[in-house]
Each structure stands twice: as structure tokens, then as C-alpha cells.
């Protein structure tokens, strides 16, 4: 997949975890990785950015007797997020699209193949 897609899909994919529930760094890993490959060098790169973008927000929780940092999405977030929605629907009428198209051609091609076998 192409890293800039996969980029954006993250980011999406982060902020759709995030308005089901506040969550922290690895928690958010195990969401999203069912789904999209991603480590701990890829999202927290991406959690910074949704930051600095005032999608998300942060709190401390002690856990353990230590720190643990929480996200929460934001009103720009979920508008970001539904904006997401709306762009990934456009983007799944294409791929439909592309699915038909190719389907109908490999469908085409595997009758010609079995009709016109002495060509």
C-alpha cells in the first residue's frame, strides 16, 4: 500500500478508536494493527501530529505507580474524522467501480479462453 495512503488511514483509523473511547499509546496499537500494520515508531509520530492539528488532546493517568499518557479526540477530530468518512465513501464507490469493471473482464476473457481454446 502506498506510504501516503497508509498515512492517512492511520490517522483515521486512530481518531475512529479515539471516539469510541479515550486511550493510550499501546491500546491504540492493538486496535489498529487488526487492520492497518502499525508500531510505536509509526503511531506516536501520528499522535503528535493529531496533537498539533488539535484532534486529539492529553491527560495522565497513574498506572502502576507510573504516568500513562491518554488520548482523547477533540471537536476538530471528529469533524476531521467525519470529513474522513465522506472522502473514504467517494473512494469506495471507485474501487467498486474498478471491481466491476475488472470482474466483468476476467470473467470475459476466462469464456473466450474456454470457447476459443483452438485460436
Not at 481518531?15 to 494493527?33: P, R
Not at 509520530?45 to 493529531?50: C, F, I, Y
Not at 500513562?68 to 474501487?95: C, D, F, P
Request: glycine share 4%.
Amino acid at each position: 500500500m502506498d506510504s501516503q495512503i497508509k498515512k492517512g488511514l492511520i490517522d483515521v483509523c486512530v481518531l475512529a478508536v479515539l471516539s469510541v473511547n479515550e486511550s493510550y499509546g499501546y491500546k491504540i496499537i492493538k486496535d489498529v494493527s487488526d487492520l492497518v500494520e502499525v508500531s510505536e515508531s509509526t503511531l506516536y509520530p501520528v499522535l503528535k501530529r493529531l496533537q498539533s492539528n488539535e484532534q486529539v488532546t492529553t491527560f495522565d493517568v497513574a498506572h502502576n505507580g507510573r504516568l500513562r499518557k491518554y488520548y482523547r479526540i477533540t471537536s476538530k477530530g471528529i469533524v476531521r474524522l467525519l470529513e474522513a468518512k465522506e472522502e473514504l465513501n467517494s473512494v469506495n464507490l471507485i474501487i467498486n467501480f474498478i471491481n466491476q469493471v475488472t470482474n466483468n473482464t476476467i470473467r470475459s476473457l476466462k469464456w473466450k479462453k474456454k470457447n476459443l481454446w483452438f485460436i
